[in-house]
């Protein structure tokens, strides 16, 4: 087909529009990135190294020191303008001892272990642990309705993601809440200890970790993912009997760390002070090994990089990988990053994150300052047609936590929205693995940056 | 989101359009679709128990036998207005003892055993086996120009599936000729045996099985798919020294068996006589399950019926689901299903096959006699405005091996068309299972096949 193309653009005549010789050179160009990158890319490869050789990557982790020095040498490798390190402080929890999650009184079933995890950020439980009785609500308001009679219980988030929202994304932003504020909220009302039902919409026995935060009006108090399953099987004991339930765990916050986002640049030749970031984070939960979050992302945006100069092209603005640290329970890098770029009193012209798992591409949800978003919103979706043979739609939506910070700069702030329907499968579980990341679904991620990358660098906002 | 519009539906005011009130209906009838699939379907248990419990379904085996058995139990369950079998001899090719291929002669390596499976409808080796020289060529074009240099050798193709084509299947389609001719190609220049790299665009350890048709003019030789790595591997020695391989195979056919498609019918209010046929093929290779060859087709169009019961909808045309048997090595029950079809002057206004496995939707392609084809496509199109919101494209393309036969009675052949990226990861394998199946993306599949089901009911052609 390339090679018909090929033909096709050599034998464009000279008398064709300027217009139309130029929609004709940008199809050619991105049917040549698609083959470069199903044919050269290293993206796959080096996801193998991030997460099936160093692992789970949780801030401060000695994983995290190794996926830092990694990166950082892959990106040497690719001659590069710029390649280096971006102090930032992040916190170290750690997850201590295998967490214990019990139902100790069930008349019927005796006693029955739970698959649970400890959310991120939760305080342990104390040696001994805790029991109380458990008291099921479905969402945060459910909680403050029971108030005070939540006082000495086992606070229990049973709200399911709702299966009938196509994109799973909308599903999991109407569930999450229970996760992140429901153990301060239960804590408000005397609540000893938070369970939660796990995100995602399958049932299985897989528990989904996360982070919670701890609001300043209440007691920190342990909290815990478990499983759908065993969420199920705890709803349905309750109706029948009060259920108690011991929970331990050991986990800790210790002294912050310090650690690194690692950046890639290539100087733009004539708009170096345009800068076009293409990004992911490299942190990832302890559990698992973080392929799909976000190691598909980190390799998206080195493989931007990679393609930059296999193809030989020359930006006219600078093009920064940057390969955000502390994404999962803290976000300092990403701040440390906003800071340095205000500071500096850059302009992000674009910035585009990948951080939806590594899933064959769907396209690009685009938010942006409201001073200037419907204006270059409309440039980029005259792009369409460009787009749209390789499956690639174009429409308003979040972008990134880790370049959310950069609105301030009125660029346009880019996601990269893969298909949805696995993701939820895998996110923050141990068997978020290499093995569940498909290497052309990979690899054509990173051709629609890349696309997109080209068009932004070759036409501005 | 139903709620939403539900209210919107009620409140319609009766000012409105005809046109757009029916527009709204549809959308609303659409999201009704996929909310229930959703929350109610049963396409993925059904599958587990084709695909896992009884396992891979080879035409003629009794795991086929059981497959017809229990499809035809769980239609009975549906409250259809007619479930039936229909008879058809099938071709009954059993694999006999696990094969062999054996590289027996590399001064580097010594004996190598290649992860290989004879084709279907292959004949066997004899017990002893064969031996010979093997020489590689890269499609049937070459075989050709090696000519008589082939006799007394192995001939052994090693064209790659292209991956640049960004739908697998068009890669598949350039490539499979090796698999289904090579063996007979070879033959007619002397050839006592066939190896064929696997058809898939990874590179790994896994043999691909898939059926090869003998030609009249030339002697059957046996003929075997090897793993992509042991291709690449194989095509690496055949460079630095000539290779001798020993294969060894005891397949063979057996007398024909007798067989069934599985039928189930609501037949329509209004127009009884125009048929709405959603099928899959009931057989699988009998390596793996066929979880997504066919056997998510043929849930597919089980969900189908089910959903019409579940939704209450009273169809205006005849709906048909059928299963059929033996697309895999023969077609014998699609060519059986034709002539009754055609014996009694039915007239199929539609016919969509779901024969691409069970990922997210993508849309439907579509193809038909010329006399009529651009017409009624023309007013498929129409609904894309309904069918857009779920995803959904539509496209002249291929439709189905099943259902081709029915073009001569100029109705609409249509193909139900998922994501591409996974499928021949998995085509023909033995890692073809219940496992690589996703349940959101299985039920979506339904829901899809289910909408147009609607719209051509509803609209006709």
Redesign the interface.
């Known amino acids: ?2 090679k018909y193309l090929a033909v096709l653009l050599l034998s464009v005549p000279l008398w064709l529009g300027a217009q139309q010789q130029s929609e004709e050179a940008d199809a050619f160009y991105l049917r040549r990135i ?2 470069k990158v ?2 050269e890319a290293r993206c796959y490869e080096w996801l193998d190294y991030l997460s099936h050789r160093i692992g789970g990557r949780l801030a401060g982790s000695p994983q995290a020191a190794a996926a830092v020095e990694y990166t950082r040498q892959m990106l040497d490798t690719l001659g590069l303008d710029t390649v280096w390190l971006q102090p930032c402080l992040v916190p170290r929890w750690v997850r201590g001892e295998k967490e214990q999650v019990r139902i100790v009184n069930s008349r019927k079933m005796g006693a029955i272990d739970l698959n649970a995890l400890a959310l991120g950020n939760s305080v342990g439980s104390g040696p001994l642990g805790i029991t109380a009785e458990v008291v099921e609500v479905k969402s945060l308001e459910e909680a403050d309705s029971l108030g005070e009679r939540l006082r000495g219980k086992i606070v229990f988030y049973n709200g399911p993601m709702d ?4 994109n ?1 994304f909308n599903a999991y932003g109407k569930a999450a809440g229970q996760r992140v504020w429901g153990a301060s909220r239960g804590a408000r009302y005397g609540a000893v200890g938070a369970l939660v039902r796990s995100m995602t ?2 049932l299985d026995d897989i528990p989904h970790t996360g982070s919670l935060a701890y609001s300043e009006d209440a007691p920190k108090i342990p909290a815990f993912a478990i499983s759908t399953n065993d969420a199920e099987l705890l709803s349905r004991l309750l109706r029948e009997e009060p259920v108690r339930v011991f929970m331990r765990s050991t986990c800790q916050s210790l002294p912050d760390v310090e650690s690194y986002n690692v950046i890639g640049e290539i100087r733009g030749s004539q708009f170096p002070e345009e800068v076009i970031l293409v990004g992911g984070h490299l942190d990832s939960w302890d559990v698992g090994t973080g392929a799909h979050d976000d190691g598909a992302g980190c390799v998206h945006a080195m493989e931007v990089m990679h393609l930059i100069r296999r193809l030989g092209y020359q930006p006219k603005r600078t093009i920064r990988c940057v390969l955000f640290m502390n994404e999962e329970n803290g976000l300092r890098g990403a701040r440390a990053y906003w800071k340095w770029s205000d500071d500096n009193k850059e302009y992000h012209m674009a910035a585009i994150e990948s951080d939806r798992g590594g899933f ?1 591409p ?1 396209g690009f949800t685009a938010e942006g300052h409201d001073d200037v978003f419907n204006e270059k919103f409309k440039k980029v979706i005259e792009w369409l047609p460009l787009l749209e043979p ?2 690639l739609g174009l429409r308003r939506g979040g972008s990134g936590a880790d370049i959310s910070g950069l609105r301030g700069q009125k660029g346009l702030l880019i996601g990269f929205e893969p ?1 949805t ?2 993701y939820f ?1 895998y996110h923050h579980t141990a068997i978020d693995g290499f093995d569940v990341v ?4 990979l690899e ?1 991620g990173a051709a629609a940056i890349m696309s997109l990358v080209y068009l932004l660098d070759k036409y501005g906002l």
Chains 1, 2 share one sequence.
């Open positions: 087909m390339t698609y083959d199903l044919t299966p009938t929202e196509l799973t919409t399958r064959t769907r390789y499956g298909d329907q696995r499968d498909n290497k052309r679904e054509l």
